[in-house]
Protein backbone atom coordinates (compact mmCIF):
# COMPACT_ATOMS: atom_id res chain seq x y z
CA UNK A 1 0.00 0.00 0.00
CA UNK A 2 1.11 3.71 -0.60
CA UNK A 3 0.11 4.65 2.76
CA UNK A 4 0.62 8.99 2.85
CA UNK A 5 1.65 9.73 6.76
CA UNK A 6 0.65 13.40 8.22
CA UNK A 7 2.54 13.59 11.83
CA UNK A 8 0.75 15.41 14.52
CA UNK A 9 2.85 18.57 15.19
CA UNK A 10 1.52 18.34 18.95
CA UNK A 11 2.02 15.24 21.02
CA UNK A 12 0.73 13.83 23.92
CA UNK A 13 1.89 13.11 26.92
CA UNK A 14 2.28 9.85 27.50
CA UNK A 15 -0.05 8.13 30.66
CA UNK A 16 2.16 6.98 33.80
CA UNK A 17 0.42 4.53 36.50
CA UNK A 18 -2.36 2.64 36.21
CA UNK A 19 -3.15 2.07 32.73
CA UNK A 20 -7.22 1.20 32.79
CA UNK A 21 -8.69 -0.61 29.02
CA UNK A 22 -9.67 1.27 26.47
CA UNK A 23 -8.98 4.97 28.31
CA UNK A 24 -5.83 6.39 27.12
CA UNK A 25 -5.21 6.63 23.37
CA UNK A 26 -1.47 7.54 21.30
CA UNK A 27 -1.31 10.42 18.47
CA UNK A 28 -2.07 9.28 15.21
CA UNK A 29 -4.73 6.73 13.29
CA UNK A 30 -4.79 4.93 10.19
CA UNK A 31 -7.69 5.61 7.95
CA UNK A 32 -8.79 4.15 4.19
CA UNK A 33 -11.84 4.84 2.37
CA UNK A 34 -13.29 1.73 0.01
CA UNK A 35 -16.39 2.53 -2.54
CA UNK A 36 -17.86 0.82 -5.18
CA UNK A 37 -15.93 2.84 -7.55
CA UNK A 38 -12.25 2.91 -6.62
CA UNK A 39 -12.42 -0.01 -4.38
CA UNK A 40 -9.63 0.67 -1.39
CA UNK A 41 -8.10 4.05 -1.53
CA UNK A 42 -6.21 7.06 -0.15
CA UNK A 43 -4.66 5.13 2.62
CA UNK A 44 -3.46 7.35 5.30
CA UNK A 45 -1.63 7.99 9.09
CA UNK A 46 -3.16 10.92 10.39
CA UNK A 47 -3.32 12.68 13.62
CA UNK A 48 -5.82 11.13 16.23
CA UNK A 49 -8.63 13.50 15.76
CA UNK A 50 -12.60 13.55 16.44
CA UNK A 51 -13.90 12.89 13.63
CA UNK A 52 -17.15 14.12 11.36
CA UNK A 53 -19.73 12.26 10.54
CA UNK A 54 -23.33 12.88 8.76
CA UNK A 55 -26.36 12.44 10.70
CA UNK A 56 -27.95 9.94 8.12
CA UNK A 57 -24.44 7.83 7.72
CA UNK A 58 -25.99 4.54 7.30
CA UNK A 59 -24.13 3.16 10.59
CA UNK A 60 -25.92 4.74 12.54
CA UNK A 61 -29.30 4.12 11.70
CA UNK A 62 -28.25 0.09 10.25
CA UNK A 63 -25.33 -0.96 12.05
CA UNK A 64 -22.69 -1.94 9.40
CA UNK A 65 -19.80 -1.96 11.57
CA UNK A 66 -17.34 -4.32 12.33
CA UNK A 67 -13.96 -4.41 14.73
CA UNK A 68 -10.98 -6.16 15.86
CA UNK A 69 -8.90 -6.71 18.53
CA UNK A 70 -5.57 -7.75 19.03
CA UNK A 71 -2.50 -6.56 20.99
CA UNK A 72 1.63 -5.22 20.43
CA UNK A 73 4.44 -5.89 22.64
CA UNK A 74 7.31 -5.01 23.44
CA UNK A 75 10.43 -7.18 24.11
CA UNK A 76 13.30 -7.63 26.13
CA UNK A 77 15.86 -6.12 23.29
CA UNK A 78 13.12 -3.71 22.29
CA UNK A 79 11.93 -6.16 19.45
CA UNK A 80 7.86 -5.44 18.65
CA UNK A 81 5.74 -7.97 17.44
CA UNK A 82 2.24 -8.71 16.93
CA UNK A 83 0.54 -12.25 18.07
CA UNK A 84 -1.24 -14.27 15.14
CA UNK A 85 -2.27 -11.24 13.19
CA UNK A 86 -3.31 -13.41 10.00
CA UNK A 87 -6.16 -15.08 12.45
CA UNK A 88 -7.46 -11.43 12.95
CA UNK A 89 -7.15 -10.59 9.51
CA UNK A 90 -9.08 -13.94 8.62
CA UNK A 91 -11.96 -13.17 11.12
CA UNK A 92 -12.17 -9.69 10.10
CA UNK A 93 -12.06 -11.00 6.10
CA UNK A 94 -15.31 -13.58 7.62
CA UNK A 95 -17.29 -10.65 9.95
CA UNK A 96 -17.38 -8.63 7.25
CA UNK A 97 -19.14 -11.08 4.48
CA UNK A 98 -21.44 -11.39 6.92
CA UNK A 99 -22.80 -8.01 7.73
CA UNK A 100 -22.24 -7.32 3.92
CA UNK A 101 -19.37 -5.20 3.80
CA UNK A 102 -15.99 -5.31 1.44
CA UNK A 103 -13.05 -7.41 2.96
CA UNK A 104 -9.71 -5.93 3.88
CA UNK A 105 -7.51 -8.35 2.31
CA UNK A 106 -4.75 -9.97 5.15
CA UNK A 107 -1.62 -8.73 4.20
CA UNK A 108 -3.63 -5.79 3.57
CA UNK A 109 -4.66 -5.81 7.03
CA UNK A 110 -1.16 -6.52 8.61
CA UNK A 111 0.49 -4.10 6.65
CA UNK A 112 -1.79 -1.02 8.20
CA UNK A 113 -0.99 -2.04 11.50
CA UNK A 114 2.84 -2.46 11.51
CA UNK A 115 3.01 0.81 9.72
CA UNK A 116 1.21 2.81 12.62
CA UNK A 117 3.01 0.43 15.11
CA UNK A 118 5.88 1.54 13.91
CA UNK A 119 4.50 5.05 13.94
CA UNK A 120 3.44 4.93 17.73
CA UNK A 121 6.16 2.40 18.93
CA UNK A 122 7.20 5.00 22.28
CA UNK A 123 3.81 4.73 23.04
CA UNK A 124 3.87 0.57 23.79
CA UNK A 125 4.03 0.39 27.53
CA UNK A 126 6.93 -1.94 29.19
CA UNK A 127 5.02 -2.74 32.36
CA UNK A 128 4.27 -6.41 33.63
CA UNK A 129 1.38 -7.20 31.66
CA UNK A 130 1.38 -4.03 30.06
CA UNK A 131 0.98 -3.93 26.11
CA UNK A 132 -0.62 -1.49 23.27
CA UNK A 133 -3.96 -2.70 22.05
CA UNK A 134 -4.83 -2.56 18.78
CA UNK A 135 -8.41 -1.64 17.44
CA UNK A 136 -8.87 -2.40 13.35
CA UNK A 137 -12.62 -1.60 12.75
CA UNK A 138 -14.98 -0.77 9.55
CA UNK A 139 -18.25 1.13 9.65
CA UNK A 140 -20.56 2.55 6.49
CA UNK A 141 -20.82 6.27 6.35
CA UNK A 142 -22.70 6.06 2.77
CA UNK A 143 -25.79 9.32 3.53
CA UNK A 144 -29.08 7.97 3.50
CA UNK A 145 -31.75 5.95 4.79
CA UNK A 146 -32.88 2.76 3.29
CA UNK A 147 -32.13 -0.79 4.25
CA UNK A 148 -29.46 -2.25 2.29
CA UNK A 149 -26.06 -2.78 1.92
CA UNK A 150 -23.87 0.87 1.63
CA UNK A 151 -21.53 1.70 -1.30
CA UNK A 152 -18.84 3.91 0.90
CA UNK A 153 -16.90 2.76 4.25
CA UNK A 154 -14.42 3.94 6.40
CA UNK A 155 -11.56 1.25 7.44
CA UNK A 156 -9.92 3.01 11.14
CA UNK A 157 -7.04 1.48 12.93
CA UNK A 158 -6.11 3.33 16.97
CA UNK A 159 -4.12 2.11 19.28
CA UNK A 160 -4.01 2.58 23.12
CA UNK A 161 -1.33 1.44 25.92
CA UNK A 162 -3.06 -0.50 28.20
CA UNK A 163 -2.46 -2.80 31.64
CA UNK A 164 -4.95 -5.60 33.19
CA UNK A 165 -8.21 -5.86 31.54
CA UNK A 166 -9.53 -6.38 34.98
CA UNK A 167 -8.68 -4.87 38.51
CA UNK A 168 -8.84 -8.01 40.00
CA UNK A 169 -5.65 -8.80 37.65
CA UNK A 170 -5.47 -12.59 37.61
CA UNK A 171 -7.40 -13.38 39.79
CA UNK A 172 -11.11 -15.06 39.90
CA UNK A 173 -14.07 -13.57 38.95
CA UNK A 174 -17.36 -14.25 39.58
CA UNK A 175 -20.06 -15.68 36.77
CA UNK A 176 -24.00 -14.95 36.92
CA UNK A 177 -25.37 -17.46 34.15
CA UNK A 178 -28.13 -15.17 32.47
CA UNK A 179 -31.33 -17.51 31.42
CA UNK A 180 -33.57 -14.34 30.10
CA UNK A 181 -31.35 -12.68 27.55
CA UNK A 182 -29.83 -14.38 24.70
CA UNK A 183 -26.66 -13.51 22.58
CA UNK A 184 -26.99 -15.75 19.52
CA UNK A 185 -29.02 -17.87 17.96
CA UNK A 186 -27.41 -20.13 14.64
CA UNK A 187 -27.55 -18.49 11.70
CA UNK A 188 -26.89 -15.11 13.17
CA UNK A 189 -24.28 -13.45 13.75
CA UNK A 190 -22.70 -15.03 17.24
CA UNK A 191 -19.12 -15.42 15.39
CA UNK A 192 -19.46 -12.20 13.99
CA UNK A 193 -17.57 -9.11 15.72
CA UNK A 194 -20.01 -6.42 15.80
CA UNK A 195 -21.05 -3.84 17.67
CA UNK A 196 -24.07 -5.25 17.88
CA UNK A 197 -23.78 -8.09 19.56
CA UNK A 198 -22.29 -6.59 22.21
CA UNK A 199 -25.53 -4.13 22.53
CA UNK A 200 -27.55 -6.85 22.77
CA UNK A 201 -25.61 -8.46 25.73
CA UNK A 202 -25.31 -5.27 27.55
CA UNK A 203 -28.84 -6.33 29.50
CA UNK A 204 -27.32 -9.07 30.48
CA UNK A 205 -24.26 -7.43 31.95
CA UNK A 206 -26.52 -4.79 33.78
CA UNK A 207 -27.92 -7.67 35.65
CA UNK A 208 -25.02 -9.46 36.84
CA UNK A 209 -23.29 -6.73 38.33
CA UNK A 210 -26.35 -5.76 40.14
CA UNK A 211 -25.79 -8.99 41.71
CA UNK A 212 -22.06 -8.30 42.37
CA UNK A 213 -20.89 -10.52 39.63
CA UNK A 214 -18.32 -9.52 37.14
CA UNK A 215 -19.45 -11.10 33.70
CA UNK A 216 -22.32 -12.97 32.08
CA UNK A 217 -22.10 -16.62 31.47
CA UNK A 218 -24.38 -17.41 28.01
CA UNK A 219 -26.06 -19.89 27.18
CA UNK A 220 -27.56 -20.88 23.69
CA UNK A 221 -30.60 -19.13 21.93
CA UNK A 222 -32.20 -21.54 21.36
CA UNK A 223 -33.14 -24.40 24.30
CA UNK A 224 -31.10 -22.03 26.79
CA UNK A 225 -29.13 -24.81 28.31
CA UNK A 226 -25.90 -25.04 26.62
CA UNK A 227 -23.05 -23.00 27.71
CA UNK A 228 -21.49 -20.72 25.17
CA UNK A 229 -19.97 -17.72 26.48
CA UNK A 230 -18.85 -15.78 29.30
CA UNK A 231 -19.42 -12.15 27.97
CA UNK A 232 -16.59 -11.11 25.56
CA UNK A 233 -14.35 -14.22 26.18
CA UNK A 234 -14.54 -17.90 25.24
CA UNK A 235 -15.02 -19.82 28.05
CA UNK A 236 -13.66 -23.20 29.26
CA UNK A 237 -13.76 -25.53 32.58
CA UNK A 238 -11.17 -28.47 33.84
CA UNK A 239 -13.76 -31.37 34.31
CA UNK A 240 -11.27 -33.72 36.02
CA UNK A 241 -8.57 -34.15 33.98
CA UNK A 242 -10.31 -33.17 30.45
CA UNK A 243 -10.78 -29.64 29.21
CA UNK A 244 -14.16 -29.14 27.95
CA UNK A 245 -15.20 -25.94 25.62
CA UNK A 246 -18.27 -24.65 23.50
CA UNK A 247 -17.74 -25.77 19.74
CA UNK A 248 -17.35 -23.22 17.44
CA UNK A 249 -20.67 -23.34 15.31
CA UNK A 250 -21.71 -20.23 14.19
CA UNK A 251 -22.64 -18.64 18.00
CA UNK A 252 -19.53 -18.84 19.72
CA UNK A 253 -16.69 -16.01 18.62
CA UNK A 254 -13.74 -18.10 17.08
CA UNK A 255 -11.45 -16.67 20.07
CA UNK A 256 -7.42 -16.42 18.69
CA UNK A 257 -6.74 -16.48 22.42
CA UNK A 258 -9.20 -19.55 22.55
CA UNK A 259 -7.20 -21.26 19.99
CA UNK A 260 -4.01 -20.70 21.05
CA UNK A 261 -4.71 -21.97 24.69
CA UNK A 262 -6.48 -25.17 23.23
CA UNK A 263 -3.41 -25.98 21.02
CA UNK A 264 -1.33 -25.41 24.17
CA UNK A 265 -2.89 -27.59 26.24
CA UNK A 266 -2.85 -30.43 23.61
CA UNK A 267 0.18 -30.40 23.60
CA UNK A 268 0.51 -30.55 27.38
CA UNK A 269 -1.37 -33.80 26.96
CA UNK A 270 -4.41 -32.56 28.11
CA UNK A 271 -7.53 -34.14 26.37
CA UNK A 272 -9.97 -31.50 24.85
CA UNK A 273 -13.50 -31.34 23.94
CA UNK A 274 -15.32 -28.76 22.12
CA UNK A 275 -18.90 -29.79 22.63
CA UNK A 276 -22.02 -28.74 23.85
CA UNK A 277 -22.82 -28.84 27.35
CA UNK A 278 -25.81 -28.17 29.49
CA UNK A 279 -25.45 -25.38 32.19
CA UNK A 280 -27.35 -28.51 34.81
CA UNK A 281 -24.31 -31.12 33.68
CA UNK A 282 -21.61 -28.04 34.56
CA UNK A 283 -22.96 -27.35 37.72
CA UNK A 284 -23.55 -31.04 38.71
CA UNK A 285 -19.67 -31.42 38.06
CA UNK A 286 -18.96 -28.20 40.41
CA UNK A 287 -21.83 -29.63 43.23
CA UNK A 288 -19.43 -33.05 42.98
CA UNK A 289 -16.34 -31.21 42.77
CA UNK A 290 -15.43 -32.52 39.64
CA UNK A 291 -15.32 -28.89 38.18
CA UNK A 292 -11.88 -28.48 39.20
CA UNK A 293 -10.80 -24.92 37.37
CA UNK A 294 -12.42 -22.56 34.44
CA UNK A 295 -11.55 -19.54 32.79
CA UNK A 296 -12.31 -17.15 30.03
CA UNK A 297 -10.10 -16.43 27.03
CA UNK A 298 -9.97 -13.35 25.15
CA UNK A 299 -7.59 -10.63 23.85
CA UNK A 300 -8.18 -8.34 26.35
CA UNK A 301 -7.77 -9.94 29.66
CA UNK A 302 -5.36 -13.11 27.93
CA UNK A 303 -7.03 -15.28 30.76
CA UNK A 304 -9.79 -14.92 33.42
CA UNK A 305 -9.98 -17.95 36.11
CA UNK A 306 -13.57 -18.17 37.14
CA UNK A 307 -14.33 -18.49 41.13
CA UNK A 308 -17.96 -18.62 41.46
CA UNK A 309 -20.28 -19.40 39.14
CA UNK A 310 -24.29 -18.62 40.37
CA UNK A 311 -27.33 -20.09 38.14
CA UNK A 312 -31.37 -19.92 39.38
CA UNK A 313 -30.16 -19.26 43.13
CA UNK A 314 -27.28 -22.01 43.64
CA UNK A 315 -23.80 -20.58 43.73
CA UNK A 316 -21.17 -22.81 42.95
CA UNK A 317 -17.57 -21.95 44.06
CA UNK A 318 -14.23 -23.27 42.15
CA UNK A 319 -11.17 -24.33 43.67
CA UNK A 320 -12.00 -22.35 46.55
CA UNK A 321 -12.24 -19.49 44.77
CA UNK A 322 -8.35 -19.67 44.17
CA UNK A 323 -7.11 -19.51 40.40
CA UNK A 324 -6.18 -22.67 39.73
CA UNK A 325 -2.85 -24.42 38.59
CA UNK A 326 -3.75 -25.35 35.12
CA UNK A 327 -5.17 -21.93 34.47
CA UNK A 328 -1.97 -19.83 35.61
CA UNK A 329 0.50 -21.97 33.69
CA UNK A 330 -1.91 -21.49 30.84
CA UNK A 331 -1.31 -17.72 31.59
CA UNK A 332 2.45 -17.97 32.26
CA UNK A 333 2.99 -19.59 28.91
CA UNK A 334 1.08 -17.71 26.95
CA UNK A 335 1.73 -13.94 28.03
CA UNK A 336 5.46 -15.75 27.66
CA UNK A 337 5.23 -16.30 23.96
CA UNK A 338 3.49 -12.53 23.56
CA UNK A 339 5.90 -10.87 25.83
CA UNK A 340 9.04 -12.96 23.62
CA UNK A 341 10.57 -14.21 26.60
CA UNK A 342 9.94 -17.51 25.63
CA UNK A 343 10.63 -19.80 22.49
CA UNK A 344 7.78 -19.36 20.03
CA UNK A 345 7.49 -23.38 19.10
CA UNK A 346 4.19 -22.07 17.00
CA UNK A 347 5.15 -19.27 15.39
CA UNK A 348 2.42 -17.16 16.03
CA UNK A 349 4.89 -14.20 16.49
CA UNK A 350 4.56 -11.61 13.94
CA UNK A 351 7.60 -9.08 13.97
CA UNK A 352 6.92 -5.32 13.47
CA UNK A 353 10.65 -4.48 13.90
Not at 131 to 152: H, K, Q, T
Not at 169 to 198: M, Q
Not at 215 to 236: A, C, F, I, P, T
Not at 278 to 305: D, F
Request: charged share 25%.
Amino acid sequence: MNIKINKSKTLKDKPKGNLQFGKYFTDHMFVMDWSKEKGWHDARIEPYAPMTIDPVAMVLHYAQETFEGLKAYKAKDNSVYLFRPYMNAKRFINSNKRMCMPEVPEDMFVEAIKEIVKLEEDWIPTGEGESLYIRPFMYANEIGLGVDEANSYRFMIVLSPVGAYYPEGVNPIKIYVEDEYTRATVGGTGFVKCGGNYAGSLAGQVKAKKLGYSQVLWLDGVHRKYVEEVGSMNVMFLIEDTIVTAPIEGTVLPGVTRDSILQIAKDWGYKVEERHMEIEELMEYGRKGLLKEAWGTGTAAVISPIGELYYKGEKIEINNFKTGELTQNLYNTLTAIQWGNKEDLYNWREKVK
